[in-house]
């Protein structure tokens, strides 16, 4: 068993990763909570996302930063060993050549720590979900499409 230092809960895992406050409310809060050296990461992703993304308002959603444009756009999230992007299907996306040199899922990418984080393809990513959503191609836009039609 594992206990955290800072709240003294018990894990499993050594070092697992959690949130000793419990879930953060806001954006802010979600990266104060982070090492100081993975704080400047997640303030740089954030300050590209609002640059690619100047419509999208900003949440939690799922316990992670979140932009939101009409749907869940785009998600960032701070791993123990690197930082996870979650834009969605990845199978619908076109850089699929550029996202293979790193480990992901269906939903997921992940940027180790201990490697440079390609920010230049985080923010086309983020633009490219946003373009899928504003012309009507995003697979949740799909499904919400068919639900109300159902109705």
């Known amino acids: 068993m594992w206990k955290c230092e800072k709240c003294e809960r018990e894990f499993t895992k ?10 953060a409310k806001t954006i ?3 990266i ?5 050296e993975v704080q400047v990461i ?3 992703v954030r300050a590209l996302l609002k640059e690619a993304l100047p419509d ?3 949440k939690i959603a799922w316990m992670m930063p979140t932009f939101w444009l009409g749907e869940n756009l785009i998600h960032f999230a701070s791993r123990r060993d690197y930082l996870a992007i979650y834009p969605g ?3 619908r996306f076109p850089f699929l050549d ?3 040199k790193y480990k992901f899922t269906k939903g997921a990418i992940h940027f180790p ?14 633009q490219f979900k946003k373009s899928q959503i504003l012309e009507g191609q995003s697979p949740y836009r799909s499904n919400l499409r068919k639900k109300q039609e159902k109705k």
């Not at 050594?14 to 879930?23: A, D, I, M, V, W």
């Not at 104060?32 to 100081?36: E, H, K, V, Y």
């Open 98 to 100: 550029q996202i293979s």
């Open 89 to 91: 299907a990845l199978s």
């Open 14 to 23: 050594n070092n697992q990763h959690h949130f000793c406050k419990g879930s």
């Open 42 to 44: 997640l303030k740089r």
């Open 32 to 36: 104060s909570l982070q090492t100081s």
């Open 28 to 30: 802010d809060e979600y």
């Open 113 to 126: 720590y201990n490697e440079p984080i390609d920010y230049d393809l985080i923010s086309r990513i983020a």
């Open 56 to 58: 999208a308002s900003e």
